[in-house]
């Protein structure tokens, strides 16, 4: 039982590090303008971590350039409570698509 437990522990990890490559390579891709591939690779990513602040940016800054604004609001509303500096981030620019922003 106890060998079972580990190894579905070092499976829950190599699956999160998956995924945040995926999420880099996506972020990299979307850098460089490659925006249809860094779109996929970025909404994978978020689904497989949809609690992580920093995918969650992501996803919602792609949203956002689809004009997709209620959608965007409805992931970054998640995490309304949240503490994270990407959720921050995310929010802020959420009310500055949907032209709320204020000095």
């Not at 499976?11 to 490559?21: P, T, W």
């Not at 891709?29 to 978020?46: M, V």
């Not at 004009?67 to 409805?74: E, I, L, Q, T």
């Amino acid at each position: 039982m106890k060998k079972l437990l580990i190894m579905l522990l070092i499976l829950c990890g190599a699956l999160a590090r998956v995924s945040a490559q995926s999420l880099d390579d996506g972020i990299k891709l979307y850098e460089r303008g490659q925006t249809e591939k860094a779109q996929q690779i970025i909404r994978t990513a978020y689904k497989a971590a949809s609690t992580d602040a920093r995918s969650a940016y992501y996803y919602t800054v792609i949203l956002l350039d689809d004009g997709k604004n209620d959608s965007a609001n409805m992931v970054m509303q998640k995490f309304s409570t949240s503490t994270d500096p990407w959720a921050y981030i995310g929010m802020a620019r959420v009310q500055f698509a949907a032209g709320n922003a204020t000095d």
